[in-house]
């Protein structure tokens, strides 16, 4: 089932590449980053990663997964001398967080789109002894070309939810082979284990570990954290904060009443949008509301907070 996915996708790819990559040339949307999605990488990079004796390549979808990579990194440098890390992202704000956040630990890249051309490219460059995702980031493609080349896969804080079942189920001819060309899952809960089983998952690859996240280590100066944000954000003392934390759409016009209400009494509220790439249609609807706002960005380049609405971008 697999080789007919591939070649349904590679065929389609093909056929529409010619449409859409002018499109996004004159646009401008999604043109950041379409090398990398597209296989081509900075040469420099496949000179670093031959450079080691192992690599191992972990593909993180966004910020939050970073995060965890970061804790995976630090454990598995130390367990595995010698190696070098690379991890991937699906978003250009996820791949630049990492660069900041993982510094010379790790290359940061985008992940190839998930079409044979593209993937066979990135394996080529990436040459990876081991792959990690982390979560439920299943690529077909990526997947069936690591088993085809004999490359371990391992999943981890994987977890899928009670209501994206029954669409896993209804295509599972196609998500079970692409479950067990793992070489093993390792899932945050045990409800989550009963429900990789049930869309056809091998019980005997799949155990629970929990979840990596939780492992996060506080940094050495985490009693100044508060207090440097309250510098930040020119909070006084006593001062009620509202945070409204990875926010979709339409989340944001719904909070926006409770806001103005909860701003007028003299609280202050803080919004950060899960995707950055909504911030327009979010400022646009703040403004049609009558708010008036800061970015987080301009505080933390040295501006002083005039409104009681902070928006993170």
Not at 21 to 35: A, E, Q, T
Not at 162 to 181: G, I, T
Not at 232 to 245: F, I, R, S, W, Y
Request: net charge neutral; charged share 25%.
């Amino acid at each position: 089932m697999l080789t007919i996915y591939r070649f349904i996708v590679g065929m389609l790819f093909y056929l529409g590449l010619p449409i859409l990559l002018p499109v996004v040339l004159i646009s401008g949307r999604h043109r950041r980053g379409l090398k990398e999605r597209l296989g081509f990488y900075d040469p420099s990079l496949a000179d670093r990663l031959l450079q080691a004796d192992r690599r191992c390549w972990i593909h993180a979808a966004s910020i939050g997964e970073v995060r965890a990579a970061a804790v995976l990194i630090e454990q598995l440098s130390e367990q595995l001398p010698g190696w070098e890390f690379l991890v991937t992202t699906m978003t250009i704000h996820g791949r630049d967080f990492a660069r900041q956040h993982l510094g010379s630990g790790a290359a940061c890249h985008l992940a190839p789109l998930d079409v044979p051309y593209s993937v066979n490219r990135a394996v080529a460059v990436f040459r990876p002894d081991l792959y990690v995702c982390l979560e439920t980031e299943l690529w077909p493609v990526l997947i069936d070309t690591l088993r085809r080349r004999q490359i371990l896969a391992l999943l981890i804080n994987g977890r899928m939810s009670a209501r994206s079942v029954a669409s896993y189920r209804r295509f599972r001819f196609l998500f079970a082979p692409l479950l067990n060309s793992f070489g093993c899952i390792g899932v945050i809960s045990e409800s989550d284990r009963q429900r990789f089983v049930e869309v056809g998952a091998d019980p005997a690859r799949v155990s629970v570990t929990g979840n990596i996240k939780d492992d996060t280590r506080l940094p050495d100066n985490f009693e100044s954290t508060a207090p440097r944000w309250t510098e930040m954000l020119n909070l006084p003392d006593e001062t009620d904060v509202l945070v409204a934390g990875s926010t979709h759409h339409p989340e944001e016009e719904l909070l926006l009443p409770l806001v103005d209400e909860f701003t007028s009494g003299g609280g202050v509220a803080i919004i950060a949008p899960r995707h950055l790439d909504r911030l327009a249609d979010i400022e646009s609807s703040i403004s049609d509301r009558g708010l008036r706002y800061d970015r987080l960005s301009e505080l933390k380049n040295g501006g002083r907070r005039t409104h009681p609405l902070v928006l993170v971008d």
